[in-house]
Protein backbone atom coordinates (compact mmCIF):
# COMPACT_ATOMS: atom_id res chain seq x y z
CA UNK A 1 0.00 0.00 0.00
CA UNK A 2 0.97 3.54 -0.43
CA UNK A 3 2.01 5.02 2.50
CA UNK A 4 3.54 8.64 4.41
CA UNK A 5 4.92 9.24 7.97
CA UNK A 6 5.45 12.46 9.60
CA UNK A 7 4.99 13.44 13.54
CA UNK A 8 1.86 14.66 14.60
CA UNK A 9 2.88 17.59 16.42
CA UNK A 10 5.74 19.34 16.97
CA UNK A 11 6.84 22.88 19.17
CA UNK A 12 9.71 24.71 18.65
CA UNK A 13 10.67 28.49 19.91
CA UNK A 14 9.79 31.73 18.12
CA UNK A 15 13.36 32.75 16.37
CA UNK A 16 14.46 28.86 15.68
CA UNK A 17 14.90 26.42 13.39
CA UNK A 18 12.88 23.48 13.47
CA UNK A 19 12.73 20.59 10.46
CA UNK A 20 9.60 18.59 9.68
CA UNK A 21 10.60 14.96 8.76
CA UNK A 22 8.12 12.95 6.43
CA UNK A 23 8.71 9.56 5.06
CA UNK A 24 6.76 7.50 2.08
CA UNK A 25 6.13 4.46 0.07
CA UNK A 26 4.24 4.72 -2.97
CA UNK A 27 3.69 3.20 -6.19
CA UNK A 28 6.21 5.11 -8.01
CA UNK A 29 7.40 8.98 -7.51
CA UNK A 30 6.49 12.12 -9.78
CA UNK A 31 7.51 14.74 -7.01
CA UNK A 32 6.85 15.89 -3.34
CA UNK A 33 5.34 18.55 -2.22
CA UNK A 34 4.83 20.77 1.46
CA UNK A 35 1.71 22.69 1.91
CA UNK A 36 0.77 24.69 4.90
CA UNK A 37 -2.58 24.86 6.59
CA UNK A 38 -3.62 27.52 9.03
CA UNK A 39 -5.91 26.19 11.40
CA UNK A 40 -9.88 26.89 9.67
CA UNK A 41 -8.03 27.93 6.40
CA UNK A 42 -7.21 25.95 3.17
CA UNK A 43 -3.55 24.52 2.67
CA UNK A 44 -1.34 26.72 0.67
CA UNK A 45 1.22 25.46 -1.46
CA UNK A 46 4.88 25.64 0.18
CA UNK A 47 7.56 24.06 -2.53
CA UNK A 48 8.48 20.96 -4.64
CA UNK A 49 10.86 18.50 -4.98
CA UNK A 50 11.12 15.96 -7.55
CA UNK A 51 15.27 15.61 -7.69
CA UNK A 52 17.26 14.96 -4.56
CA UNK A 53 18.67 17.68 -2.84
CA UNK A 54 17.63 21.01 -1.03
CA UNK A 55 15.29 23.63 -2.58
CA UNK A 56 15.49 27.07 -0.65
CA UNK A 57 12.95 29.68 -1.04
CA UNK A 58 13.37 32.29 1.88
CA UNK A 59 12.85 31.10 5.47
CA UNK A 60 12.12 27.61 4.38
CA UNK A 61 13.56 24.88 2.78
CA UNK A 62 12.61 21.45 1.71
CA UNK A 63 15.01 18.25 1.34
CA UNK A 64 14.38 15.22 -0.98
CA UNK A 65 16.21 12.11 -1.22
CA UNK A 66 14.68 9.39 -3.25
CA UNK A 67 16.58 7.03 -2.62
CA UNK A 68 15.35 7.24 1.61
CA UNK A 69 12.00 7.75 0.35
CA UNK A 70 12.70 10.84 2.84
CA UNK A 71 12.22 14.35 2.63
CA UNK A 72 12.22 17.25 5.44
CA UNK A 73 10.89 21.17 5.97
CA UNK A 74 13.23 22.95 7.45
CA UNK A 75 11.85 26.39 8.55
CA UNK A 76 13.89 28.47 9.95
CA UNK A 77 13.91 32.57 12.31
CA UNK A 78 10.81 30.76 13.42
CA UNK A 79 7.57 33.33 13.80
CA UNK A 80 4.48 33.23 15.74
CA UNK A 81 2.65 33.18 12.13
CA UNK A 82 4.24 29.71 11.31
CA UNK A 83 1.97 27.90 13.48
CA UNK A 84 0.43 25.87 11.81
CA UNK A 85 -0.07 22.27 10.31
CA UNK A 86 2.57 21.45 7.22
CA UNK A 87 1.29 18.59 5.13
CA UNK A 88 3.40 16.43 3.50
CA UNK A 89 1.81 14.92 -0.04
CA UNK A 90 3.55 12.65 -2.98
CA UNK A 91 2.73 12.12 -6.38
CA UNK A 92 2.82 8.61 -7.32
CA UNK A 93 2.95 6.99 -10.94
CA UNK A 94 -0.39 7.91 -11.77
CA UNK A 95 0.14 11.32 -11.27
CA UNK A 96 -2.16 11.45 -8.12
CA UNK A 97 -1.26 13.00 -4.99
CA UNK A 98 -1.12 11.04 -2.14
CA UNK A 99 -1.20 12.78 1.31
CA UNK A 100 0.17 12.86 4.59
CA UNK A 101 -1.77 12.98 7.75
CA UNK A 102 0.09 16.75 8.43
CA UNK A 103 2.23 17.72 11.42
CA UNK A 104 0.68 20.35 13.76
CA UNK A 105 3.77 22.79 14.42
CA UNK A 106 3.65 25.01 17.70
CA UNK A 107 5.38 28.31 18.23
CA UNK A 108 6.18 29.38 21.90
CA UNK A 109 7.53 32.64 22.70
CA UNK B 1 -1.56 30.49 -9.81
CA UNK B 2 -5.39 30.62 -10.27
CA UNK B 3 -8.00 31.72 -7.35
CA UNK B 4 -10.70 29.59 -6.47
CA UNK B 5 -13.77 30.32 -4.91
CA UNK B 6 -16.36 28.00 -3.35
CA UNK B 7 -20.09 28.65 -2.40
CA UNK B 8 -21.04 28.97 0.76
CA UNK B 9 -18.38 28.64 3.04
CA UNK B 10 -20.48 26.92 5.60
CA UNK B 11 -23.70 25.54 5.77
CA UNK B 12 -25.86 23.49 8.99
CA UNK B 13 -28.23 21.02 7.41
CA UNK B 14 -30.84 18.71 8.75
CA UNK B 15 -30.43 15.17 8.16
CA UNK B 16 -31.93 13.75 5.23
CA UNK B 17 -31.10 16.82 3.02
CA UNK B 18 -28.82 17.54 0.16
CA UNK B 19 -26.36 20.85 -0.95
CA UNK B 20 -24.74 21.62 -3.57
CA UNK B 21 -21.07 23.04 -3.11
CA UNK B 22 -20.00 25.37 -6.15
CA UNK B 23 -16.08 26.03 -6.89
CA UNK B 24 -15.50 28.37 -9.44
CA UNK B 25 -12.14 28.52 -10.70
CA UNK B 26 -10.46 32.54 -12.25
CA UNK B 27 -8.87 30.67 -15.33
CA UNK B 28 -8.76 27.48 -17.03
CA UNK B 29 -7.49 24.21 -15.51
CA UNK B 30 -6.55 20.80 -16.36
CA UNK B 31 -7.32 19.10 -13.08
CA UNK B 32 -10.39 19.86 -11.05
CA UNK B 33 -10.56 17.62 -7.47
CA UNK B 34 -13.11 17.35 -4.47
CA UNK B 35 -11.57 16.94 -1.04
CA UNK B 36 -12.92 16.14 2.56
CA UNK B 37 -10.81 17.11 5.68
CA UNK B 38 -12.17 16.43 9.21
CA UNK B 39 -11.19 18.73 11.96
CA UNK B 40 -7.26 18.18 12.93
CA UNK B 41 -6.74 15.60 10.00
CA UNK B 42 -5.41 15.18 6.87
CA UNK B 43 -6.91 15.44 3.16
CA UNK B 44 -9.51 12.76 1.90
CA UNK B 45 -9.75 12.28 -2.12
CA UNK B 46 -13.35 12.22 -2.94
CA UNK B 47 -13.34 12.38 -6.55
CA UNK B 48 -11.87 13.56 -9.58
CA UNK B 49 -13.96 16.35 -11.28
CA UNK B 50 -13.56 15.05 -15.19
CA UNK B 51 -14.87 17.81 -17.80
CA UNK B 52 -17.71 16.70 -19.64
CA UNK B 53 -17.79 13.20 -17.97
CA UNK B 54 -18.40 11.49 -15.13
CA UNK B 55 -16.23 11.82 -11.90
CA UNK B 56 -13.55 9.35 -11.30
CA UNK B 57 -14.11 8.23 -7.87
CA UNK B 58 -11.84 7.24 -4.68
CA UNK B 59 -12.70 4.24 -3.21
CA UNK B 60 -15.34 4.88 -0.34
CA UNK B 61 -16.95 7.44 -2.65
CA UNK B 62 -19.76 7.14 -4.70
CA UNK B 63 -21.83 8.74 -7.49
CA UNK B 64 -25.03 8.76 -5.29
CA UNK B 65 -23.86 9.55 -2.42
CA UNK B 66 -21.67 12.27 -4.00
CA UNK B 67 -22.42 13.77 -7.45
CA UNK B 68 -19.96 15.61 -9.37
CA UNK B 69 -20.60 17.86 -12.19
CA UNK B 70 -17.86 19.84 -14.39
CA UNK B 71 -19.37 21.57 -17.49
CA UNK B 72 -16.40 23.61 -18.53
CA UNK B 73 -12.60 24.32 -17.36
CA UNK B 74 -13.44 26.73 -14.79
CA UNK B 75 -16.60 25.48 -12.99
CA UNK B 76 -17.39 22.30 -10.75
CA UNK B 77 -20.48 21.42 -8.13
CA UNK B 78 -20.15 18.86 -5.92
CA UNK B 79 -23.53 17.70 -3.72
CA UNK B 80 -23.76 15.79 -0.93
CA UNK B 81 -26.39 14.10 -0.81
CA UNK B 82 -29.37 12.33 1.80
CA UNK B 83 -26.86 14.06 3.78
CA UNK B 84 -26.25 12.63 7.46
CA UNK B 85 -24.29 13.87 10.97
CA UNK B 86 -21.08 11.73 9.36
CA UNK B 87 -21.41 14.14 6.44
CA UNK B 88 -20.21 17.38 8.87
CA UNK B 89 -16.69 18.24 7.49
CA UNK B 90 -15.03 20.32 5.66
CA UNK B 91 -15.15 20.19 2.02
CA UNK B 92 -12.37 21.59 0.06
CA UNK B 93 -12.33 22.19 -3.82
CA UNK B 94 -8.61 22.46 -6.04
CA UNK B 95 -7.57 22.71 -9.14
CA UNK B 96 -3.52 22.09 -11.00
CA UNK B 97 -2.66 23.17 -14.41
CA UNK B 98 -1.35 26.90 -13.55
CA UNK B 99 1.38 26.93 -11.37
CA UNK B 100 4.93 25.95 -12.22
CA UNK B 101 5.27 22.55 -10.42
CA UNK B 102 1.86 21.18 -11.18
CA UNK B 103 0.82 22.16 -7.33
CA UNK B 104 -2.67 21.67 -6.66
CA UNK B 105 -4.13 25.00 -5.49
CA UNK B 106 -7.16 24.91 -3.30
CA UNK B 107 -11.01 26.91 -2.60
CA UNK B 108 -11.14 28.23 1.27
CA UNK B 109 -13.22 25.30 1.84
CA UNK B 110 -17.03 25.07 2.47
CA UNK B 111 -17.80 23.79 6.44
CA UNK B 112 -20.98 21.80 6.66
CA UNK B 113 -22.54 20.35 9.56
CA UNK B 114 -25.35 17.87 9.49
CA UNK B 115 -27.75 18.12 12.39
Given amino acids: ?12 TE ?21 QQHAGEAPTFLSYNVLDGLEEKGRFSSFLSRSKGYSYLLLKELQMKDSASYLCAVMDSNYQLIWGAGTKLIIKP | SAVISQKPSRDICQRGTSLTIQCQVDSQVTMMFWYRQQPGQSLTLIATANQGSEATYESGFVIDKFPISRPNLTFSTLTVSNMSPEDSSIYLCSGTGTGD ?10 RLTVL
Fill in chain 1, 15 to 35: GAIVQINCTYQTSGFNGLFWY
Fill in chain 1, 1 to 12: GQNIDQPTEMTA
Fill in chain 2, 101 to 110: YNEQFFGPGT
